[in-house]
């Protein structure tokens, strides 16, 4: 019989703390951090202003032990469940400086007169932070997209940049390097362990190895998969849905590795997607220029590939630019693991074909693309941290004589599901790559989607998108 374990360790103000869910009379195993660090008198900094990690007003940072020393990543801590923070540091704007011994990033939203209401302060504080630990002298660039994930409405943010770019120019210790050492120590005495939480009416496990996640799969199949909870998370802040059994396989470093090949990049079904960013910006330019858009670095700090495509949402913004890439999806279950095309991985509006005993334990990527044209686009209401309207993955490889040898187009946000054009690339095959061919294509298209209408888009101006989004393909691709 599995061992219940109802407790967690993290550090918190420079001490381990323990959670134990059964004595815990507010505590569940799907409270959010942020709910979390607003019950304790010490740490009211944190706000909520959106629970769905748009705003940023909750940032918080996540120390992780790698290799003696520690990593530092900025969350949205609303769309983190408590043991998501299992054997973590927990950073937050009241441990980084005081009135008295003001951070430089506080220092210098100071200065710059960063702050005017001061509700998004801290969020922007903690951004900062995590800018500061890992960047030295960073590029605007660089900012921009560290201060994606933080809404702010009156200050403006010219001023908040100018504090990135002062503070971060001095590549000097702060209070957090001079007790690294000290919290290191703090990490390795909590014990790499298999959680399992069971409460009256709620179940939460968190293995830490491949095997044994998939044993709990096996035995356990109705229970919910999560891998950063970007997605599930919201069911619980916005929905306040009662979640009563959860498999998260946050915890699983095997799942985390992305390794390369002659012939293949592999990635682990729970690596981040800004891990994944950092590694294919050279190797697949499309499939970097999506992640670049997808959500903000709050977000791709804990969003992960497994989480995306299992979601099987018909607006997911990796299905069908990977399916451009003609990636596959590796799944595990006690039998041991089959490769599904990601083509065929999604059969319907949210549903795969991953069976109720299987994870999804790898995507992999052919590296060889033989001179094949491939782009990623995406439309929103606004470039950064907003969801499709409608995306588009492509891939058009030429004959010698420029005509088109095979196209594969596919789009998010025309179906229930991520949808290939398939009469529109019979339509294109063999003819010559040109303007005249394109138009004509358009046209075919309307054969192949019959979108509908919703919140973000009408119908019609869905169908107009696809087809411009092929003509820009042309444009940005012709001889």
Known sequence: MRKINNSISFVLDGKVVKIDFISSNSLNPTTTVLNYLRSLSNHKGVKEGCAEGDCGACTVVLGEGRGGKITYKAVDSCLIFLPMVQGKQLITVENIGCIDDLHPVQQAMVDTDGSQCGYCTPGFIMALFELYKNHNNPSREVIDDALTGNLCRCTGYRSIVKAASISCAKNEKDSITRTEKNTLKLLKGIKKESIHIKIKTQEYFLPTTLEEAISLRAKHGKALLVGGATDLALRVTKNNELLSKIIDLGNIDALKSIRRTKSQLIIGSGAS???????????????????????????????????????????????????????????????????????????????????????????????????????????????????????????????????????????????????????????????????????????????????????????????????????????????
């Open 273 to 479: 997607l800004e891990a994944i960013k950092m590694e294919t910006q050279n190797l697949f330019p499309a499939l970097y220029k999506m992640l670049a858009v997808f959500g903000s670095k709050q977000i791709r700090h804990l969003a992960t590939l497994g989480g995306n495509l299992g979601s099987a949402s018909p607006i997911g913004d990796m299905p069908p630019i990977l399916i451009a890439y003609n990636a596959s999806v590796i799944l595990a279950g006690p039998k041991g693991k089959r490769n599904v095309a990601i083509n065929d991985f999604v059969t319907g509006y949210r549903s795969t074909v991953l069976l109720e005993n299987e994870i999804i334990k790898e995507v992999v990527i052919p590296i060889s693309n033989r001179g094949a044209l491939i782009s990623s686009y995406k439309i929103s209401k606004r470039k950064d941290l907003d969801i499709s309207t409608v995306s588009a993955g492509y891939r058009l490889e030429l004959n010698s004589n420029q005509t088109i040898y095979t196209a594969k187009l596919v789009y998010g946000g025309m179906a229930a599901m991520p949808k290939r054009a398939r009469k529109t690339e019979a339509f294109l095959k063999g003819k010559p790559w040109n303007r005249e061919v394109i138009e004509q294509a358009m046209g075919v298209m309307e054969s192949d989607f019959v979108p509908i209408s919703d919140a973000r888009s009408g119908a019609a101006a869905r169908m107009i998108m696809a087809k411009n989004l092929l003509l820009k393909f042309w444009t940005e691709n012709r001889n």
